[in-house]
């Protein structure tokens, strides 16, 4: 830094001189001012990547992280990274939150176009973090972890459960290992059926449920639902009597391929299927586990129907559409309020549509925001009726709800709480006038977004149909978020291996104030992309990832585990040590150590070169994976400017005294260019003009130094 700085005060005192010395006022110099000499020497600089030695250090990289469109666009961007660098990270379009869909599937597209225009070019691309705790789709993630909503048919069952109920066979019929569980059912201290399979089998129906007769007409179809799992990878199968094909072969999940069995695992399965084909008035069926050895299956009765598809439904919703399936929104009014329905996906459990406003503050009144459903007809005076919903929102907060008359008197369902998750509203109210036609839902008391679903008005009379509510297990959450680790982390590896050579596997995984510990959304409530996979998979996550990347990638990849922060928290840095030993001592292989470095001008330079020791001391390859030296100013001074030049120039000569040649992979600018979106934030080598900073020389420097 001080090398351009004092060459430039010199030539502004030289020309002083000279111009003093002189008395021809026909003959003079007029001297540049020095910001403007300042800033021509800092523009005679070479473009970054031709400062690099690659005949000393041929696999040096020197980078810089950005928005993947930013290139992919290949214009004016494109063209500066070209110039100054040989890697390239995606800061965004390449994370689990930009490429896994609301449906769960992956779009390659736009990231598989950006590699083939990068690998044009020759410019390495460094893989985004696989699994971090930001930048993840957390709520498709979440909606597979939300609890199992069974809404039960409303119809009338066929089946007479009440002695299962109660814990007897009565007219059933069980082979040896099935047996009656009062609290083994879905939800809480319900019951079911428990068929257990011996560590030998010799046919199907070994261990088998039998239903008595089931009253028919000839000629309708009856739907037949159960919900079953089992403690381990299951199979089974019903059978019948007074079909005409009682073995038949059907689509027992609605997967669209019909089988002769279908598959269980630890969480309930919904098995839903048609019959039809009847001999007499009359038939039954069998539950036959049989299969594996050694495997426990559990059969819900609760939730166990044969209904006629045709039958009159028990249970009238008054709401037409309140599932928003078919996208049709509420109206509604007030505060400069929106509304509408979301896209697939971001209905309760993750599933379907759901109908949401935006009430932008909380207003005088309640009723200031509003949104209003206008019923086919009035409901009856005197009757009480339920009205059950999902609701959740984007803060804690209250609405209110009514059944109103067009002269605005109402009956009210009185407040409801609306939390960040969601929850089954059951709410009542008695109607005391013969007008009350529309049912209104009021925000007025709530900022912020709320979200309903499955809304259901109906007479509190009239029997019919419940809700089981099923919450995950542990064992089911690791189960489900380990599998989707696997899946994304098979999928995007395989798709990219061709052109990246180096990622990023784990990123942050240390916890800021317990540096020995990992990172936790336990107890916490959670922004938007949050999701931390290791309270689900435990502390191995971390070597399931490594080996997964490591398995579908290339055999000679360069694997990275990342962490930001370590130069201002060396606990935090020894925690980091201490967790890559771990991965290694389970199975994992950890190629290198990535360092995100956001420094400021009172930044440590000791603790940065302690760092450097510590983490060099592993063996490991060690990348600066996101150097930034803030300046929190919209107008900094020149000293500022100096003294952000003069660190940038310190860290790249600590991490070279410090962290051996052979370790060394590179250093990644993590904001080459000042920030455009915060004008108060100047931390990058260009302005936001891509005009140079002191800072581009003072960098420069550094690796001319190198």
Not at 166 to 185: K, R
Not at 367 to 375: D, I, K, M, N
């Amino acid at each position: 830094m001080e090398k351009f700085k004092k060459f430039g005060l010199l030539a502004l005192s030289v020309g002083m001189i000279t111009a003093c010395a002189d008395l021809d006022p026909l003959e003079f110099d007029v001297e540049k001012p020095e910001s403007i000499a300042l800033q021509e020497e800092i523009d005679s600089y070479a473009p970054l990547r031709t400062l690099l030695d690659t005949v000393s250090y041929p696999n040096f990289k020197l980078g810089v992280a950005m928005p993947l469109t930013d290139y992919a666009s290949t214009g004016l961007k494109y063209r500066f990274v070209n110039m100054n660098f040989n890697e390239f990270t995606p800061s965004t379009g390449m994370s689990h939150q930009d490429l896994i869909q609301n449906d769960g599937s992956i779009n390659l597209v736009n990231a598989e176009s950006f590699l083939e225009v990068a690998a044009q070019k020759n410019i390495n691309v460094f893989g985004t973090s696989l699994i971090s705790y930001t930048n993840q789709n957390s709520g498709y993630l979440n909606g597979l972890l939300s609890p199992l909503i069974v809404e039960s048919p409303a119809f009338v069952n066929e089946l007479n459960l009440d002695g299962l109920k109660s814990g007897e066979f009565n007219d059933w019929t069980a082979s040896s290992g099935v047996s009656l569980e009062a609290t083994e059912g879905m939800g809480n201290g319900v019951p079911a059926v428990k068929l257990e399979v011996g560590a030998s089998v010799s046919a199907p129906n070994s261990v088998s449920f039998k239903s008595p007769d089931i009253t028919v007409i000839p000629g309708k179809t009856y739907e037949v639902l159960a919900f079953i799992k089992s403690d381990g990878p299951g199979e089974a199968r019903f059978t019948f009597e007074g079909l005409s094909e009682n073995e038949p072969v059907l689509d027992w999940t609605a997967s669209g391929t019909p089988s002769e069995t279908f598959t269980t695992s630890i969480s309930w399965k919904e098995i839903r299927f048609r019959v039809n084909s009847f001999e007499g008035d009359s038939f039954k069926f069998q539950l036959e586990t049989g299969y594996n050895p050694s495997v426990t299956y559990y059969l819900d009765i609760n939730n166990l129907y044969v209904y006629d598809i045709d039958g009159d439904a028990i249970v009238n919703n008054l709401v037409n559409g309140g599932d928003f399936e078919t996208g049709e929104a509420w109206g509604g009014w007030g505060n400069n309020s929106e509304r509408g329905v979301t896209p697939d996906g971001q209905g309760v459990g993750g599933e379907g549509r759901a109908f949401f406003v935006t009430n932008p503050s909380t207003t005088g009144g309640f009723w200031e925001v509003q949104t209003l459903y206008q019923l086919a007809e009035p409901v009856r005076n005197g009757e009480t009726y339920n009205l059950s919903f999902w609701v959740k929102g984007t803060a804690d907060g209250v609405i209110r709800l009514e059944l109103q008359s067009p002269d605005y008197s109402s009956n009210g369902f009185g407040q409801v709480f609306v939390t960040q998750d969601w929850r089954l509203v059951n709410v009542y109210t008695t109607v005391t006038a013969d007008d009350r036609d529309r049912l209104i839902f009021s925000y007025g008391e709530f900022a912020g977004t709320v979200y309903i679903d499955k809304v259901v008005l109906s007479n509190a009379n009239a029997s019919g149909g419940s809700t089981t509510i099923v919450e995950k297990t542990a064992q089911e959450k690791n189960s489900i978020i380990s599998s989707q680790m696997e899946r994304w982390l098979t999928d995007v590896v395989s798709a990219t291996k061709t052109y990246i050579k180096a990622r990023t596997v784990i990123d942050q995984p240390m916890d800021d104030n317990n540096p020995s510990e990992l990172r936790s959304g336990i107890g916490r409530t959670l922004g938007g992309g949050e999701f931390y996979w290791q309270d689900y998979v435990g502390k191995e996550y971390g070597v399931k990832a490594f080996q997964l990347a490591r398995q579908n990638g290339n055999p000679d990849d360069i694997l990275f585990i990342n962490e930001s922060g370590l130069e201002a928290n060396l606990d935090k840095c020894q925690g980091l040590i201490d967790y890559v030993t771990y991965l290694e001592n389970n199975g994992a292989q950890v190629d290198g150590i990535g360092t995100r470095m956001q420094l400021n001008l009172n930044s440590s330079t000791s603790n940065i070169a302690t760092m450097f020791q510590m983490l060099a001391a592993t063996g490991k390859r060690i990348r600066i994976s996101g150097l930034e030296v803030r300046l929190m100013t919209t107008q900094p001074t020149q000293t500022m400017l100096e003294r952000q030049a003069q660190i940038y120039e310190e860290v790249v000569g600590l991490y070279e005294q410090h962290v051996p040649a052979s370790q060394r992979y590179g250093i990644t600018l993590g904001s080459a260019i000042d920030s455009e979106s915060d004008n108060s934030l100047r931390q990058g080598l260009w302005d936001t003009s891509l005009k140079r900073k002191p800072s581009y020389a003072g960098f420069a420097n550094g690796l001319i130094n190198k």
